[in-house]
Structure formats: C-alpha cells, structure tokens
C-alpha cells in the first residue's frame, strides 16, 4: 500500500513563504511525477505544478516565477517552495503521485490528504 504524507502547510501574511513536502511510502519501484494541486473553497481542484522522475517541470501561469517544485527521487518526495504569496493561493494543496510502480503490474496514482495554506492580507 502506497501513502503520501504531506506537511508544510500553515498560515502566512502576504509576500511570505511556505515549503510543503510531501513523502510516498510503501513498496515503491519508481513513480513517473510528483505534484501539487489545490483547491480553494468553492472552486476546482487545479494543478499547481508538477515534476517527472527527469526533472521536467510544469507550473501554474498564476504560480511561475514565485513557487518551485523539486524532488528527491531516492527518497520518494516532493517539495514545493512558495515564495511571494498572496491571499489567492490560499487553499488545500494536495501531492499527487502518478505512474506509481510497486509489486502489482498495473501503475497507479496516489492523493494526499491535504494541507491547509492560508494567505492573510
């Protein structure tokens, strides 16, 4: 059974900073890309950025620029660092593996739980 558990989350004032990481356990062969996506109150979830296992990256126009995304292959995880924040990033950000490689044959996709980011003005 794969798990992915995130931390990072809290409250900051606008302009500031938040690292979320978010670390996939279990019997894991290899996993395509990591990512993030959010979900403010009453809207969509939406992607927010995302990284393959070559390091290819992908970012939200609304986040380039301010937010990066990393991972450590070795240790199953992914981070990502949220500079220059505003009150509209604020939202559940949940990690999302995809392309996930274990014993069984067949490569699925795993979902955090969630944390909690909430931008004060």
């Known amino acids: 059974q794969v798990q992915l558990v995130e931390s990072g989350g809290g409250l900051v004032q606008a302009g500031g900073s938040l690292r979320l990481s978010c670390a996939a356990s279990?019997?894991?062969?290899?996993?395509?890309?990591m990512g993030w996506y959010r979900q403010a109150l009453g809207k969509q979830r939406e992607l927010v950025a995302v990284?393959?296992?070559?390091?290819?990256?992908t970012y939200a126009d609304s986040v380039k620029g301010r937010f990066t995304i990393s991972r450590d292959n070795a240790k199953n995880t992914v981070y990502l660092q949220m500079n220059s924040l505003k009150p509209e990033d604020t939202a559940v950000y949940y990690c999302?593996?995809?392309?996930?490689?274990?014993?069984?044959?067949?490569?699925?996709?795993?979902w955090g739980q969630g944390t909690q980011v909430t931008v004060s003005s």
């Open positions: 999302n593996a995809f392309g996930v490689v274990t014993t069984t044959p067949i490569p699925r996709d795993y």
């Open positions: 279990g019997r894991i062969f290899s996993i395509t890309a």
């Open positions: 990284i393959t296992s070559g390091g290819t990256t």
